[in-house]
C-alpha cells in the first residue's frame, strides 16, 4: 500500500528524521496533497517487536561489564560522542547524547509527559531581563499563536489529562480528549504532601490513552512505559498515531534504515536533495524540491555542520555561526523516599500527579529559574537493585537483600523539571578526529551547566525533600547536584528568532540562509521550557507544517532550478 | 504460562469494554507470542565455566544475595544466566573470571591455608575472603551479574521461575487494573464512603 519513490524523484518534501516532529510533518503534509519522503537512521519497529525485556534498554547503562542493549536508542558503540565542559579542553570519548533511533523517535521510548509550556516560556527574557553569562531571549512567536496547534496536537495524537485543574495552566481553547489516567499510589502521596504544603497539586496530562481513542486501544497498565515500546499501541507515540496516518495518505514513504550524511545545495544556493547511507552502507542521492531537518537538537546541527559546501564553508544554514550553539538539556533533581505499605508502583504509567507551583521564576528567590515537579517510581527490577537503594545500604549479603526486597515496592521518587540556561559555548559540534562506524565526525559535545541552573536545582531539591516528609516518608534522601553525564532532552541548538545575524530558523522554521530548507524539532527553541519539551516540538512541527503547506501552495517555496 | 493462565488473560482482556476487546481479540495471540518467555532449558552442561568454577561463582552469588527466610541466587539459578551471559552477551568479561578465580584461590589459601576451594568454605569463611575482596573489580563484575541474573527476564537462563521477581515484590503481566497499590486504594475507598454519606 505505501508509496515508493525512486531516488530521482524530486519529491515536494523530504523529511529527515521520523521522530516526535518529522512524523507530524510527513503526515500534515502528506494529508496537504504533497509528496513526501522520510528518511530516518533508525529501523522500522512495530509494537509486537516491543518486549518487557529490561536487558534491552537504556536503563542498564553501567560501567564496564554492561550487558544492556539499546534497542530505541543510539548505540554509542557505532556513534561516538566526545565531550568536553569548555571549549579550551580537548573533548574525550564519553556517551553523553541520547535521542530515540527508530521510527518514532524519542515518542517510542519516552514517558508521555505532554506538558503545554506556558505563556511566561515564550517572552523570558523580556520579563526576567538578561542573565550573566547566557543567552537568554524571547521567542519570535507567544503561547497565542501556538495555542491552536498545542490543540490539535492533543486531539490528534490523544492525551489524556484535566482542563482547568491547574490555576497555573495556560488559557486553551479546548479541554484534552481523554481523561486522566487513574492515580497511582505516588500520585496520592503527592497530592497529600503538595495539599499540606498549601501547594496545588493536579492530574498530569500524558500522551497515553486513558480510554479507547480512535481505533487505538486504551492502556493497559502494564507498567512498561519508559524506556520502552507501547505493545498495545496505547502510548501516542507518532509511530502509533501519525506514522500510519501518513502512509494511509498514499503520498508518503517511510524510509528507515537511511543515514543522511550530506544536503546537497545548486549553484543557487537551494537545496536539491540529500546523500544517504543505506542499510548496507550504500550511498545514494535522493532528489527533493525541499527538505526539512527533523533530527534532534543533536543530529540536526551536526547534519548541518556536515553540510558544508563552497557556497556555505560553515556549514548549511550557518551564516550566523550558531548552528549548534545554545545547546540546552534536560535538568533537573530527584529525591527518594520510602513508605510503610507497599505501592505496586511498578504498574501503570510512570506520573499520575504533578505540582506546578513553582513553575515561573520569582525574583524573591534571588535567581532566575523555575519547575515542576512529579512523584513516580523511577525503576524497573534490575536498575532498581542497582541504583535505587538507599545510601548505607549494604552492597551485597543478607542486609542488601532485605533492603531491596522491601523497598522495591515503598519507594517513590520526586522528579523536578527545571529551566536549563541558553548558553552560547553550550554546543554540538563535529569532533575533529573521531568518526563513526560509517566514518563520519562524531559529535562532540560542549557542556557546563549555569551557576543559576544550580541554584535552581538546589532549590527544588529541598521542595521535594518538603513534599516527601509533608507525605509521611519512613526516611528520605537526595543526591548533590553535580556536572551533567548524559542528557537526552537535546534543544537550542537552530534556534528560531526574526534576525537572521542571531537566529538559524525564523519563526516559520524555514533557515534564515537557505529558502526551501526548513528545520523542525528540539533545535529549534529559544528557551528550554521546564524539561518536557515533547508537547512543544509537536505544537510547532503541526504549526510549521502549516506554514510549509501553505508556502508551497502559494508559490513561496523557491525550488531548485 | 501455562494454557490455563493464558486463557484465563484472554477472558480478562477480552471482557474490558468497547472498543479494546475488539483490538484485543484480533491482536492478543500476537502480543502473548511475543511476549511469552520461553523458560530457561534445564540446567544442564557449562557453556564457560569448568565445574570447580561454576561452584565458586555459585557460591559467592548465593553470598551477594544470600537464602534466608525467601530464596536467593542460587535457587534463582543465577550461575546459569553468568555461564550463558559470558558466551553470548558479554565475552570481554571472561578474562575477569578466569583472573579473579585464581585470586580467590590464592585469598582463601592466604586466609585458611590448607582449605580447598572457596565453595567448600562454611558461610563464615566465605564471607569473610568476600569481605577482603569486596572491593576488587572481580567482585564488582560478579555483584552485577548476579543482581542481574536474579531478576532478568528468564529467558536468559537465570531469575529461575521468576525467583527474582517474587523476591522484590514484581508481578510479570501484560495488563493490571487500579488499585494498584495500597495508599490509591485507601484513597478510592475513602472517597467511595464520602458519596455514601
Not at chain 1, 296 to 309: D, F, I
Not at chain 1, 446 to 472: C, I, N, V
Amino acid at each position: 500500500m505505501m508509496v515508493k519513490f525512486d531516488d530521482n524523484t524530486a519529491v515536494d518534501f523530504l523529511v529527515i528524521g521520523g521522530g516526535g516532529a518529522g512524523a507530524i510533518v510527513a503526515k500534515e503534509l502528506s494529508a496537504a496533497g504533497f509528496q513526501v519522503i522520510v528518511l530516518d537512521q533508525g529501523p522500522y519497529l512495530h509494537e509486537e517487536d516491543f518486549r518487557h525485556d529490561e536487558l534491552k534498554t537504556k536503563d542498564i547503562w553501567n560501567p564496564p561489564p554492561n550487558i544492556g542493549q539499546p534497542t530505541l536508542v543510539n548505540d554509542h558503540s557505532l556513534q561516538p560522542n566526545t565531550f568536553r565542559k569548555t571549549p579550551n579542553e580537548t573533548a574525550k570519548v564519553k556517551p553523553f547524547a541520547q535521542y530515540g533511533r527508530c521510527i518514532g523517535g524519542g515518542t517510542v521510548h519516552f514517558t508521555g509527559n505532554y506538558w503545554r509550556f506556558h505563556e511566561i516560556d515564550f517572552i523570558e527574557r523580556s520579563r526576567w531581563g538578561a542573565v550573566e553569562g547566557a543567552g537568554l531571549a524571547d521567542w519570535p512567536i507567544t503561547y497565542a499563536d501556538l495555542e491552536p496547534f498545542y490543540t490539535k496536537a492533543e486531539w490528534d495524537l490523544g492525551v489524556s489529562g484535566l482542563a482547568g485543574a491547574s490555576p497555573f495552566d495556560p488559557p486553551r481553547s479546548k479541554p484534552y480528549p481523554l481523561p486522566p489516567m487513574p492515580v497511582k499510589s505516588s500520585g496520592v502521596l503527592l497530592e497529600r504532601g503538595a495539599r499540606k504544603l498549601g501547594w496545588h497539586p493536579f492530574p498530569a496530562p500524558l500522551a497515553i490513552l486513558s480510554q479507547p481513542y480512535r481505533g487505538r486501544a486504551a492502556c493497559g497498565h502494564c507498567g512498561f512505559c519508559e524506556s520502552f515500546g507501547c505493545e498495545w499501541g496505547a502510548k501516542s507515540s507518532t509511530l502509533a498515531t501519525v506514522i500510519p496516518m501518513a502512509e494511509k495518505t498514499g503520498r508518503c514513504e517511510i524510509r528507515p534504515d537511511s543515514y543522511v550524511r550530506k544536503i546537497s545545495t545548486d549553484k543557487g544556493g537551494r537545496v536539491d536533495g540529500v546523500i544517504y547511507f543505506d542499510s548496507h552502507k550504500q550511498e545514494h542521492f535522493q532528489k527533493a524540491k525541499s527538505v526539512v531537518v527533523c533530527c534532534n537538537g543533536s543530529e540536526t546541527p551536526r547534519l548541518l555542520l556536515m553540510s558544508k559546501s563552497n557556497l556555505f564553508p560553515q556549514g548549511l544554514a550557518n551564516s550566523s555561526g550558531l548552528v549548534g550553539k545554545y545547546f540546552m538539556v534536560d535538568q533537573g533533581s530527584m529525591a527518594v523516599g520510602t513508605f510503610e505499605h507497599p505501592m505496586g508502583e511498578y504498574k501503570s504509567v510512570r506520573v499520575t500527579r504533578i505540582v506546578h507551583d513553582f513553575y515561573d521564576s520569582d525574583p524573591k528567590r534571588g535567581f532566575y529559574g523555575g519547575g515542576g515537579m512529579d512523584a513516580r517510581f523511577e525503576g524497573y527490577p534490575i536498575s532498581f537493585a542497582l541504583n535505587g537503594l538507599p545510601p548505607g545500604t549494604p552492597r551485597w549479603g543478607a542486609g542488601f537483600k532485605k533492603t531491596l526486597s522491601e523497598n522495591f515496592t515503598r519507594t517513590v521518587n520526586v522528579f523536578s523539571h527545571t529551566t536549563c540556561l541558553p548558553v552560547e559555548s553550550n554546543s554540538i559540534s563535529l569532533d575533529p578526529g573521531l568518526k563513526d562506524a560509517w566514518g563520519l565526525p562524531a559529535t562532540r559535545v560542549t557542556y557546563k551547566t549555569h551557576a543559576e541552573d544550580f541554584k535552581t536545582l538546589e532549590f527544588f531539591t529541598q521542595r521535594s525533600l518538603e513534599l516527601l516528609d509533608a507525605a509521611g516518608a519512613i526516611q528520605k534522601w537526595s543526591y548533590p547536584e553535580g556536572d551533567k553525564t548524559a542528557a537526552v532532552h537535546l534543544l537550542g541548538t537552530c534556534r528560531m528568532g526574526n534576525d537572521p545575524k542571531s537566529s538559524v530558523v525564523n519563526k516559520d522554521h524555514r533557515a534564515h540562509d537557505v529558502p526551501n530548507l526548513f528545520i523542525v524539532d528540539g533545535s529549534s527553541f529559544v528557551t528550554s521550557g521546564r524539561n518536557q519539551p515533547t508537547c512543544t516540538i509537536q505544537a510547532l512541527a503541526y504549526r510549521a507544517a502549516d506554514r510549509m503547506a501553505q508556502a508551497a501552495k502559494n508559490g513561496g517555496i523557491a525550488t531548485p532550478a | 504460562m501455562t494454557p490455563v493462565d493464558a486463557s484465563r488473560r484472554q477472558f480478562v482482556l477480552t471482557s474490558l469494554s468497547g472498543l479494546g476487546s475488539v483490538w484485543f481479540a484480533t491482536r492478543w495471540p500476537a502480543i502473548l507470542a511475543a511476549q511469552q518467555q520461553a523458560q530457561a532449558a534445564e540446567p544442564g552442561k557449562f557453556q564457560f565455566f569448568s565445574p570447580e568454577q561454576a561452584a565458586n561463582v555459585e557460591a559467592i552469588a548465593a553470598q551477594i544475595i544470600p537464602t534466608t527466610d525467601t530464596p536467593g541466587a542460587r535457587e534463582a539459578r543465577v550461575v546459569y544466566f553468568i555461564d550463558r551471559v559470558l558466551v553470548t552477551l558479554d565475552k570481554p568479561s571472561q578474562p575477569k573470571y578466569v583472573e579473579g578465580l585464581k585470586d580467590l584461590h590464592s585469598k582463601v589459601q592466604g586466609l585458611f591455608p590448607g582449605a580447598g576451594e572457596f565453595s567448600s568454605l562454611t558461610s563464615d569463611q566465605q564471607i569473610r575472603v568476600l569481605t577482603a575482596i569486596e572491593k576488587t573489580e572481580f567482585f564488582e563484575y560478579v555483584r552485577y551479574h548476579t543482581i542481574v541474573g536474579f531478576l532478568a527476564n528468564p529467558e536468559y537462563g537465570g531469575n529461575y521461575k521468576e525467583t527474582g521477581w517474587k523476591v522484590i515484590g514484581f508481578e510479570s503481566d501484560m495488563h493490571f487494573e487500579p488499585p494498584f497499590g495500597y495508599y490509591d486504594a485507601e484513597e478510592n475507598k475513602a472517597q467511595s464512603n464520602d458519596g455514601q454519606i
